[in-house]
């Protein structure tokens, strides 16, 4: 599966933005989708993951309440929406495809189940 992450760019603390990352084949609806972060001299993160018919979700405390994964099968495609972003926000997110997600039933934070990835999308967020 390629993945192309796009809808980055600069926003004010206290803003909002909506990531896309659209899939190139079919079989995005059997995939479980995570996204991910780094941010400069860290490691890449965790951020929220989706089940494979998007029933389930499950986030990283640090975006609780603050960010909302879902997805649409039919158009090959996986939304971050974020609000009340901070500072430390900013990151290079990466969407990701774990393509064992109906399989398995899982929809997680685990870096290695995840075996495709978008290009990295920029969010910055000022102070």
């Known amino acids: 599966v390629q993945l192309q992450a796009s809808g980055g760019g600069l926003v004010q603390a206290g803003g909002s933005l909506r990531l896309s990352c659209a899939a190139s084949?079919?079989?995005?609806?059997?995939?479980?989708m995570g996204w991910f972060r780094q941010a400069p001299g860290l490691e890449r993160e965790f951020v929220a993951a989706?089940?494979?018919?998007?029933?389930?979700?499950y986030y990283a405390d640090s975006v609780k309440g603050r960010f909302t994964i879902s997805r649409d099968n039919a158009r090959n495609t996986v939304y971050l929406q974020m609000i009340s972003l901070k500072p430390e926000d900013t990151a290079v997110y990466y969407c990701?495809?774990?393509?064992?997600?109906?399989?398995?039933?899982?929809?997680?934070?685990?870096?290695?189940?995840?075996?495709?990835w978008g290009q990295g999308t920029q969010v910055t967020v000022s102070s």
């Open positions: 084949r079919r079989t995005f609806s059997s995939a479980a």
């Open positions: 989706i089940s494979w018919n998007g029933g389930s979700m």
């Open positions: 990701a495809a774990d393509p064992d997600g109906r399989r398995t039933g899982r929809y997680s934070g685990v870096m290695e189940h995840y075996r495709s």
